[in-house]
């Protein structure tokens, strides 16, 4: 097939994905007094217009990849809390189980040394001893043994319970362990259903019409990055990185390159929080694996505050984060196909600003 008709071919698959995603009837655009354009015809109107669209259809799909990389991350995080809870339940039991038998050892002890010490009652045994105070002081040994017996008991009976409880405590974590795997497994084929459908829509274009596309995408970034230095927001934007920010920028400049791989922590690869989490790690500070998470838990500043080293979450979401580095910059690990790399810090719609360190 010559390169004339492949371009043809493309253009056409290329018109049937923007109708789609425009949800535009293909009639509908047709004026019923014309004729309909032969192939060469469309491949002319086909070109930008469609492409714009072939982009936007490319967002979205990446965009609920990353929302699903996250619920991924989320419940990997959960599972391995739940498995080191289950592990710690495990010791306790163990624990306890040594020391039940420990305290039934000695609870029978002390029911054979009673029994030794029974038979006659004790005013039979206080007339036929030859020593009364003798008798009197034994007495009042055996009284405090009947009392470290019953403390016994009550050991022995606390012992139990706690040990039904780590039970009960173990089996509960392990129902929401099984829970968790399947809201991973679930995450986990969306992740990859949306990523499929991405790499099908771009592999039906040309090599020249991917340029374009590329083009396209940083046109667009290109554009959402002036408007926002337009407003004048970076003369606003004077704070100096902490010690701890400067470890963590260092750090994420250090990935530059690697690639975007979805719940990836490094080192050879990162999804966007997973090189935020490593890097700030790297820093001292641990804080939440997710974008998610690192919007509700950690402290939220101004734009206009922000410093280098802080994290700026994207989208309505919080599906997306990047560290900001100065200068209206950012890094961050975009998404799949692509690598680690510095981009616009308005290059995208900014929910938000938190802070790691204090």
């Known amino acids: 097939m010559g390169s004339g008709k492949r371009t043809l071919t493309t253009s056409a698959i290329v ?19 014309r ?21 936007e259809k490319l967002d979205t799909l990446y965009h609920d990849a990353a929302v699903a990389t996250d ?27 040594d020391r039940l038998a420990e305290l039934k050892d000695r609870a029978g002890a002390a029911a054979r040394a009673q029994y030794r010490g029974g038979g006659l009652p004790p005013e039979v045994r206080l007339w036929l001893s030859s ?7 034994d007495a009042g040994t055996v009284r405090q043994g009947e009392r470290a017996t019953k403390g016994l008991l009550a050991d022995l009976t606390c012992t139990q319970h706690d040990l039904e409880q780590y039970a009960r405590d173990a089996s509960d974590r392990w129902k929401e362990l ?7 497994a679930e995450a986990k084929k969306r992740i990859e259903k949306q990523i499929a459908a991405a790499e099908k829509l771009q592999s039906q274009l040309q090599k020249k ?21 337009d407003s004048g927001i970076l003369k606003e934007i004077k704070a100096k ?27 050879k690869s990162y999804d966007c929080s997973g090189l935020t989490s490593q890097a700030w790690i790297a820093a001292g500070t641990p804080i939440p694996r997710t974008s998610q998470e ?24 919080a599906s997306h984060v990047a560290m900001y580095i100065g200068h209206g910059a950012i890094i961050h690990a975009p998404r799949p196909g692509r690598t680690v790399t510095i981009a616009g810090a308005g290059s995208m719609p900014i929910l938000g600003v938190v802070r790691p360190d204090a």
């Open 294 to 317: 690192q919007w509700k838990q950690l402290r939220h500043v101004d734009v206009k505050d922000m410093r280098p080293g802080d994290l700026i979450i994207y989208f309505h979401d």
């Open 209 to 229: 019409e991917r340029e374009r596309l590329r083009k396209l995408e940083e046109e667009a970034a290109h554009k959402a990055q002036t408007a926002w230095l």
């Open 178 to 184: 099984d829970a968790n795997r399947k809201v991973r």
């Open 241 to 267: 990185a902490s010690q701890e920010g400067r470890k963590a920028v260092r750090f994420a400049t250090r990935q530059i390159g690697k690639p975007y791989v979805w719940g990836a922590e490094g080192p």
């Open 35 to 55: 004729p309909t354009p032969r192939p060469s015809d469309r491949s002319a109107t086909a070109t930008v217009g469609d492409l714009e669209a072939v982009r």
């Open 131 to 137: 020593d009364p105070q003798a008798f009197l002081d």
């Open 71 to 97: 619920a991924y991350n989320a419940a990997e995080e959960k599972s391995k809390e739940q498995s080191a809870q289950i592990v710690e339940l495990a010791r306790e039991i163990v624990k306890g189980q």
């Open 15 to 33: 018109l049937v994905c923007a109708v789609t995603v425009l949800g535009v009837p293909a009639e509908a655009s047709a004026d019923p007094g």
